[in-house]
């Protein structure tokens, strides 16, 4: 019996030895990958702040400067042993593009950040202006993309038939007005976004121009029909383009030095017009897609190749009858334009509109002005007494995309975020813990 004790507690204490070795091998090596663990986690924090740096030095407080250059080499954090290295690179014809590329270093892991900025074009805006020109929205009135004011936002109506803004509304002064809104996609006050001083990217990518008043009609099999010279749509010489490639290698044209642009018809394909100078667009009758963009639950049609764009200096205007006629009983009631639509300077000025028919003015894609100008009147109680109600649906392809040569945003916006680490192969091998 003394002999079979003694052999137990022998085995016992081997037993107890080799787990006691054991555990501790396990602790030693849960600290470590502890540390590494810390020090893994730190390159990345390192690294991030290094490219919050940059993405705030490019802000420059609203004032978005692509000059910024980053300091050369390694920069080592005060006081750690961290370090980081920041550089910027900037693509695109209009400076449209910045990449930063950050690395960050502690311990011996280095983790890697590359961000893309890019500038959003207007075009995402379903409503935009500089100046509301005090003009409410009221009962009626609907905006069911994003919503963007450089002034105050004005609201004349009571629930439950107050103007209603679907997206996301933003402003830069406030809300002004004894009415309210409904702003189901949220609202935010101090959002700075202004206008372009020019409309440098279609005057330089254009590959038609004219200097007289013209006249463009679309048809929904392609062809494109060409006024000029004249003073109506049905004087001047008139030239018939088999498609839009055949009107302008760049899917851009443009009227330039004072003349009238005039536009009317069924798109099909891809064109971005502009209108420089003096002169004004007029909308002398509906302007839509051959194939609708937008589905009947709101979503973007995947069938939808269509995309316009319309940049002018000046107002648009919209005449009492259609194509512009100065008499007679046709009358433009409605009005319907896909694309989306930029004036500089002006606004959207509907003739009459103190005395013209009731009757609404439907928007797909995206209307970016300089200042509301008056579509319609309505009463004390803000009913529509003449004039057009607004009805202004967005394109959700603009959110991603935009007509070519459309201006863009002085912000930049994150649209990539890459990130990648590199670490020891030990801190990730599948050891076997016993």
Known sequence: MGRTAMMFVICFNVIFMVMGFTMSDVSSRAYVRYTN????????????SAVNMGIARIFNGGNCDTNWTPPAGNIQLQGTDDFFTLNRQISGQFRDTITIIAGGTCGGFHDTSIVTLIRRSFSQFTNYSVNEGGLPWIKGDTCFGRYHTQDYIYLD??????????????TKLGK??????????????????????????????????WSADTYIQFFANGQV????????WTTG?????????????????????????????????????????????????SLVYNVAPVLSNGTANPACTDMLGIVADGDF??????NGATSGSNYLVDLKVDGSIFSRTGGIIAD???????????????????????????????????????????DPRL???????????????????????????????NELIY
């Open 317 to 322: 205007q919209i005449p009492e009858r259609f």
């Open 176 to 209: 002004s007005g004894t009415g309210v809104g409904n702003f189901y996609g949220g609202y935010a006050s101090g959002v700075d976004n202004p206008l372009p001083s020019s409309c440098a990217e279609v005057i330089s990518q254009t590959g038609k121009t």
């Open 37 to 48: 663990y810390y020090k893994h986690e730190e390159s990345q924090y390192v690294v991030q």
């Open 237 to 285: 010489t008139r030239t018939v383009y088999a498609n839009i490639g055949a009107l302008t290698s760049t899917n851009v044209a443009l009227v330039n030095g004072g003349g009238d642009l005039h536009v009317k018809g069924t798109l099909s394909g891809q064109i971005t017009l502009g209108c420089v100078g003096s002169g004004h667009v007029y909308l002398d009758s």
């Open 157 to 170: 109506g009571q629930n439950p038939n107050a103007a209603t803004f679907m997206k996301m509304a933003t």
């Open 225 to 232: 029909a060409v006024n000029t010279g004249g003073t109506s």
């Open 399 to 429: 959110s991603s995309m935009a007509p070519k040569a459309y201006p863009s945003t002085k912000v930049f916006q994150v649209c990539k975020w890459f990130e990648s680490a590199k670490t020891t192969s030990a801190f990730w091998d």
């Open 352 to 394: 009459n509109y103190a005395g013209r028919a009731i009757g609404t003015f439907t928007a797909e894609g995206g209307l970016q002005l300089y200042q509301r100008k008056s579509v319609g009147t309505h009463d004390s109680n803000g009913n529509r007494t003449s004039g057009f109600a607004k009805n202004f649906h967005e």
